[in-house]
């Protein structure tokens, strides 16, 4: 068993690292080994195993090395590990708060905003992030088949004001390169596309996502490249991520991040000052600081407003211009997301 745990940054140990799938597979999906290998007391347990119910757990081994035994607060853990508080339900929370479903002219397409389209290129994520808003998401009637693509890629055909095509999901990364190579070919072949922008937390979580067969793909569409991770916490940047990074600006993508506000894990201005200095260390430049959509079970890390706002005044003092994530909510059928 033991020879199975991979750690981060042993890349130069000479032993051969594991394949980004292999790391994906071996993810911890069980409260009680996640429990376990954190040193955590039985007390945390029976929040984990009710909140693994609603939302299964999934943490991969170059995240959990991240963490420190025993902690409980930690601000990377508590963005995996489930608390008794997702059970609770409380009014105005709900399990679609960005009303997507309205949003599909076709299977695994969402176009809300002017100029550009989301499409869902893979259901699965690296990781299960206690706070996300798809975490009710119907996956499975979402997701399109090779065949289903041909509608989305029509579409995208058919409307020239179409000039951006994100990728998104779930995390679009999970998706094997030989899929998302096709998808990008076809894209490369719609003419009034210029850009293609890619939503994804898997160079984060499992920064060896980053492998040549990745890059294959990138370097050869002829689209403009932006790639918009998703950290909330400097912890998160190791160097691992860092080089994954590096790789990824050697292609010629524009690096963004956006995180999310979460209480108890980066509602402080010291820690936000930290991810923007430590994001720009790494060539990423900070994009939104979202507030929690208003899903069910994820309550407990909401921010109220009025702090947000004065929290994101005094980073102001902090930080260049060019550091400052901008503030913002999605408010379902506005054309953009809306700023505090
Ligand atoms: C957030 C979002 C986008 C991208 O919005 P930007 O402001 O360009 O980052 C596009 N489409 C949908 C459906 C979105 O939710
Ligand atoms: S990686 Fe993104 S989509 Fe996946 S669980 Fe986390 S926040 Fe949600």
Same mark, same amino acid.
């Given at each position: 068993m033991q020879e199975n745990i991979i750690i981060a940054g042993q890349h130069t140990s000479g032993q051969p690292t594991a394949s980004w799938q292999q790391q994906l597979s071996r993810a911890i999906r069980d409260p009680a080994v996640l429990c376990q290998r954190l040193g955590l007391s039985d007390q945390w347990l029976a929040g984990a195993d009710a909140g693994h119910q609603l939302f299964e757990i999934c943490v991969p081994e170059a995240y959990l090395a991240r963490i420190p035994p025993n902690a409980p607060d930690d601000p990377l853990l508590r963005q995996v590990l489930p608390l008794g508080d997702e059970t609770l339900t409380q009014p105005g929370y709900v399990t679609d708060p960005l009303e997507e479903a309205d949003h599909q002219p076709v299977k695994g397409l969402i176009h809300k905003y002017a100029n550009r389209v989301l499409l869902i290129a893979s259901?699965?994520?690296?990781? #299960?992030?206690?706070?996300?808003?798809?975490?009710?998401?119907?996956?499975?009637?979402?997701s399109p088949s090779r065949s289903q693509w041909h509608a989305a890629l029509d579409y995208l055909q058919a409307d020239n004001t179409i000039q951006e095509a994100i990728l998104s999901g779930g995390d679009p990364?999970?998706?094997?390169?030989?899929?998302l190579a096709w998808l990008v070919e076809q894209l490369d072949t719609i003419v009034h596309l210029k850009r293609l922008r890619i939503h994804t937390r898997l160079p984060v979580v499992i920064p060896d996502r980053v492998d040549n067969a990745l890059l294959d793909w990138l370097s050869n569409t002829r689209l403009q490249k932006v790639v918009v991770l998703h950290i909330n916490h400097p912890n998160e940047i190791d160097q691992a991520v860092v080089d994954?990074?590096?790789?990824?600006?050697?292609?010629?993508?524009?690096?963004? #991040?956006?995180?999310?506000?979460?209480?108890?894990? #980066?509602? #402080?201005?010291?820690?936000?000052?930290?991810?923007?200095?430590?994001?720009f260390d790494a060539g990423v430049l900070p994009y939104y600081l979202h507030v929690v959509d208003p899903v069910q079970g994820a309550a407990h890390f909401d921010v109220p407003d009025s702090e947000a706002k004065t929290l994101v005044?005094?980073?102001?003092?902090?930080?260049?211009?060019?550091?400052?994530p901008r503030l913002v909510r999605e408010v379902p059928g506005r054309a953009s997301k809306t700023p505090l």
């Open positions: 259901p699965a994520c690296a990781i #299960n992030c206690r706070y996300c808003f798809r975490r009710h998401f119907p996956y499975s009637e979402s990364l999970a998706a094997s390169d030989r899929q994954a990074c590096a790789r990824l600006k050697q292609v010629g993508v524009t690096l963004l #991040n956006q995180s999310v506000l979460l209480r108890g894990i #980066n509602d #402080n201005v010291s820690t936000l000052a930290a991810l923007s200095e430590r994001l005044s005094q980073l102001l003092e902090h930080l260049p211009g060019f550091l400052m």
